[in-house]
């Protein structure tokens, strides 16, 4: 066996990790060869967050489209949002994210969802927008049960007509290929080669673009599947189709727990733009948390960094509207970078990156944080009290042994909540 030698530094990886920054991608010889130049995101919450539970007035949505705009900055990572068009409430915020995006107040572009029919084409006609979603529904459980009598030949000409009447108003159309990962073949490339005629006799900036819907989550992040599971299969074969990476988007659900793998295969696959949702409001378990899939992104080289400090904002909106975030969600949750654990505390006071991914209070604005347990030791207590008062105590400070043993005699007792700041405050300003 090679024996492990000593070092005279340690190697931390500053490549892959570097200091005051999100994790990178160091790639093993040349990029991914389908890796788009760029990559950034759109966002559904107004549509697909509302569409799953979120209640919105007309207020809170402009809010959530403000701080959209506060996270995006001049990064070029967010640059759109869809909004609904048939409610008074709805319209509303359209209005106002339209004269907001006009007058240069905010970077995120407005655009629509409507069905895929004449009639609805016809609705957003006059909006004001430059570019509407159309749902195009793809797969059989859909073409073969939405529509009288049913089938794939009538589901397409009724979203071709729409498509029709969305370029003669001169808007670009954005077709949402629903459960495309249950889709077959016979009907998303002919769709989309037809869907290219149409618009073949149109300005430039009327180019349709196309939306790849994991609707229920089955998606793979995998090469080696077969036709329709594989995300990055899918991706390849439309771009072979003839659809530039940047007028495609993958919009995933999260039903089986791979929606930000999903992401990352899509745009290795050559995909440009993701659909999702910050903090992953929408159906069932949610869209694609936008957050999550940019701090990758970031990584890859492939977007500019937004300010993730704004989030905050929003977690503690979506709070007030009783959808705040799970206590453990990833980034933004109330424990998401909170340690228990005694042998952790005592890594963050001796070297804090040992049991951080990242500098979280300079980049997200939250702060590491300790929940003293039963299994928090002096350790947990010496970092609480650093944190808060800026004094570092010893380990064998008689006050801080004293109330280190009086919470053990309370878990020993049998309490099983955990200790925090607020508890102990005043007993730690007597130690000081």
Not at 317 to 332: D, H, I, M, S, T
Request: glycine content about 10%; hydrophobic content about 40%.
């Amino acid at each position: 066996m090679t024996p492990v030698l000593d070092v005279p530094t340690p190697d931390l990886f500053p490549a892959a990790f570097p200091a005051g920054g999100f994790p990178q991608y160091v790639w093993e010889g040349q990029k991914p060869p389908h890796l788009p130049a760029r990559a950034w995101t759109t966002e559904t919450t107004h549509r697909d967050g509302q569409q799953g539970g979120l209640p919105l007035t007309a207020e809170d949505g402009l809010k959530i489209y403000d701080l959209m705009g506060a996270f995006a900055g001049e990064s070029g990572a967010l640059r759109q949002a869809e909004f609904f068009v048939y409610r008074p409430a709805d319209r509303a915020m359209l209005e106002g994210a339209l004269e907001r995006w006009r007058g240069g107040q905010n970077p995120v572009e407005p655009t629509t969802w409507i069905r895929a029919t004449r009639k609805d084409a016809e609705l957003v006609a006059g909006l004001g927008v430059r570019e509407t979603g159309m749902l195009a529904s793809a797969s059989d459980y859909h073409t073969f049960h939405k529509f009288t009598p049913g089938g794939r030949a009538q589901a397409a000409r009724t979203y071709l007509d729409a498509v029709q009447a969305v370029l003669d108003a001169g808007l670009r159309p954005r077709l949402h290929l629903e459960d495309a990962t249950r889709a077959p073949r016979e009907f998303i490339l002919p769709f989309v080669e037809e869907v290219q005629k149409l618009a073949a006799n149109f300005p430039e900036n009327q180019a349709p673009k196309f939306r790849i819907c994991d609707t229920m989550g089955v998606g793979l992040p995998l090469e080696n599947v077969a036709w329709p599971r594989s995300v990055p299969g899918m991706v390849r074969e439309l771009l072979v189709a003839g659809i530039p990476g940047e007028l495609l988007e993958f919009h995933p659900h999260n039903d089986t727990h791979l929606i930000v793998a999903n992401c990352l295969a899509a745009v290795m696959a050559g995909c440009a733009a993701i659909n999702g949702t910050l903090l992953g409001k929408g159906e069932r378990s949610g869209n694609a948390p936008l957050e999550g899939v940019l701090l990758h992104l970031v990584g890859m080289g492939l977007s500019e960094q937004p300010d993730f400090r704004a989030l905050n904002e929003l977690a503690d909106l979506y709070e007030r509207l009783g959808q705040g975030v799970p206590a453990k969600y990833p980034l933004y949750g109330r424990d998401a970078h909170r340690t228990r654990a005694g042998i952790h505390a005592d890594g963050l006071n001796k070297f804090w990156p040992m049991y951080a991914p990242f500098d979280v209070p300079k980049l997200l604005g939250r702060p590491l944080e300790v929940s003293l347990t039963k299994d928090s030791g002096v350790a947990g207590l010496i970092f609480l009290v650093k944190q808060h008062t800026g004094r570092e105590l010893s380990k064998d400070d008689a006050g801080l042994q004293r109330l280190h043993a009086d919470l053990t005699a309370d878990f020993d007792a049998g309490r099983q909540t955990a200790v925090e700041w607020e508890e102990i405050a005043e007993r730690v300003r007597g130690i000081l």
